[in-house]
Nanobody
Framework: QVQLVESGGGLVQAGGSLRLSCAAS????????MGWFRQAPGQEREFVAT????????YYADSVKGRFTISRDNAKNTVYLRMNSLKPEDTAVYYC?????????????????WGQGTQVTVSS
């Protein structure tokens, strides 16, 4: 399995921006669809964005469409999430996942790998 480490989270004011990174090790992620998910306190984990292995196709949750951009650099074995115009409701722990279904962002039992998460807090 691939190991994933997220970074780039922090405290930001509403309207601000952050860029999250997900660095992979152990094996290449170049053949995997990758995803970002988030979980707010007391809520279930939810889909944020997915990206195809080539980076040519992306999908976003309606709540982040137009504000967030997922991208990847397979040479660096890294996936990114650029978050602009942040809102307090974006506050959550953000998780990176390797090997998810592209369009439905479904977890694949026994195959999907997860990072430990990075906290994003947006103040009003």
């Amino acid at each position: 399995q691939v190991q994933l480490v997220e970074s780039g989270g922090g405290l930001v004011q509403a309207g601000g921006s952050l860029r999250l990174s997900c660095a992979a090790s152990g094996r290449t992620i170049s053949t995997y669809a990758m995803g970002w998910f988030r979980q707010a306190p007391g809520q279930e984990r939810e889909f944020v964005a997915t990206i195809s292995w080539s980076g040519g196709t992306t999908y976003y949750a309606d709540s982040v469409k137009g504000r967030f951009t997922i991208s990847r650099d397979n040479a660096k074995n890294t996936v990114y999430l650029r978050m602009n115009s942040l809102k307090p409701e974006d506050t959550a722990v953000y998780y990176c996942a390797a090997d998810v279904t592209l369009r439905t962002a479904a977890v694949l039992p026994g195959r999907t790998s997860w990072g430990q998460g990075t906290q994003v807090t947006v103040s009003s």
